[in-house]
């Protein structure tokens, strides 16, 4: 089945210790978009690809960086964690951008800061 | 600062019942709005969506009522079954060049047998 994946699902790191998420899609979508979703939150854009345009939101901190070398993968960079940044992170895909396109969610990875 | 708000963090019906789930928002730009269900372990899917220039749409078991004088949107299960309780999120899309989906934190709805 196509699908979004994520890995690991549990990451554990070290405060300041530069960590990196994961995301793949088989489902050739053009719009990857990186969602951070801390406990009892709402989920909050970070930023999204769409294709090789990078889109930062404006409140997304210079700590995240994203890569997308392909268009099947994704990458999610935070260069020096901090304990504010332990959350769920969600990778979501979409066919295009628009009000109409639904996006198609990973099962997400649960980053912890020590 | 929310712009979607669900106010009820839990919600517990018994099956067959009618599962009622609300939503608010407060920027006037939205104009697409959309639910999420998400189960435990999984990511969101998509559930709905309803565009503002209609009030309601309907899906087999689910409906999605919009009343955009009181920017308020609520969606509606019937009847409710055990495998629909999960976490629902309300989201809404302004369009234009933002791309962009607010969510609600969620309300996790749970079925009683």
């Known amino acids: 089945d196509a699908m979004v994946i994520q890995n690991p699902r549990y990451q554990v790191t070290q405060f300041g210790k530069p960590v990196t998420l994961s995301c793949s899609q088989t489902l050739n979508h053009n719009v990857m978009y990186w969602y951070q979703q801390k406990s009892s939150q709402a989920p909050k854009l970070l930023f999204h690809y769409y294709d090789k345009d990078f889109n930062n939101e404006a409140d997304t901190p210079d700590n995240f960086q994203s890569r997308r070398p392909n268009t099947s993968f994704c990458f999610l960079d935070i260069r020096s964690p901090g304990l504010g940044d332990a959350a769920m992170y969600l990778c979501?895909?979409?066919?295009?951008?628009?009000?109409?396109?639904?996006?198609?969610f990973g099962s997400g990875t649960q980053l912890s800061v020590l | 600062d929310q712009q979607v708000k669900q106010n009820s963090p839990s919600l517990s019906v018994q099956e067959g019942r009618i599962s009622i789930l609300n939503c608010d928002y407060t920027n006037s730009m939205f104009d697409y709005f959309l639910w999420y269900k998400k189960y435990p372990a999984e990511g969101p899917t998509f559930l709905i969506s309803?565009?503002?220039?209609?009030d309601k749409n309907e899906d087999g078991r689910f409906t999605v009522f919009l009343n955009k004088s009181a920017k308020h949107l609520s969606l509606h299960i019937v009847p409710s079954q055990p495998g629909d309780s999960a976490v629902y999120f309300c989201a809404a899309d302004s369009g234009g060049s933002n791309y962009k989906l607010t969510f609600g934190k969620g309300t996790l709805l749970t079925v009683n047998p």
């Open positions: 979501a895909t979409s066919r295009g951008r628009g009000k109409r396109e639904k996006l198609f």
């Open positions: 309803i565009s503002s220039i209609k």
